[in-house]
């Protein structure tokens, strides 16, 4: 099974425990490596899902880690929120020409590439396995495993026969510390929803 990384420390120490040679990842990622120690709370990319995804992912992270940029920051910049900004990373969202224009600017990146890389349509899915591998994001799975038919039920209850989009929707993440002190994860999905129009 190949190494998930969640960030650019991980990225660093896989390489040299695994003792993997580091010409097998390209320039942008070595470059990443060797930053690790002063970067190490930065989201990077993990080399095992380069097949899968645009040639822009490659590039927008390579020069998010040289600006040392969190998509906290960057949603920021474009005055939307994190999740969204780190889905047109990983190409799973479209970037408006505005969104485009901020990027570039924030990046120090040339628009007309930015525009030609992130041009078209996301193909939406096609990145992550099923079931998840990562731990994180095989939580979220787990999520929808256990409370799934509790969702539904209490939805159908709430709005009638329907689903609710993941297109038409949005999503942010928050941290919340109780006053033990413990930290929580809130993530927060609002999706428009639709009518399921019956079969006729």
Known sequence: MKPQFSNIARLSSTVLKT????????????????KAATMSNLAT???????????????LFSAKAKKQLSFEALAKELGRDEVAVAAIFYGQARASDE??????????????TLAERLGGYP???RVLDMPPREPL???????????GYAYKAVMNEKFG??????????TKVEKETDKEGNTYAVITLRGKW?????IV
């Open 123 to 125: 193909d939406r899915g």
């Open 99 to 112: 969104d485009i224009t901020k990027l570039a600017d924030a990046l120090s990146m040339d628009r007309s």
């Open 45 to 59: 990319l993990d080399t095992s899902l380069h097949d899968r995804l645009p040639t822009s992912s490659v590039s």
């Open 194 to 198: 639709y009518v399921t129009f019956p």
């Open 161 to 170: 026969d329907g689903i609710m989009s993941a297109i038409n929707f949005s």
């Open 19 to 34: 003792k993997a040679p580091i010409h097998r990842f390209n320039a942008p990622v070595r470059s990443a490596v060797f």
């Open 137 to 147: 994001m095989y939580r979220l799975y787990e999520i929808v495993q256990n409370y």
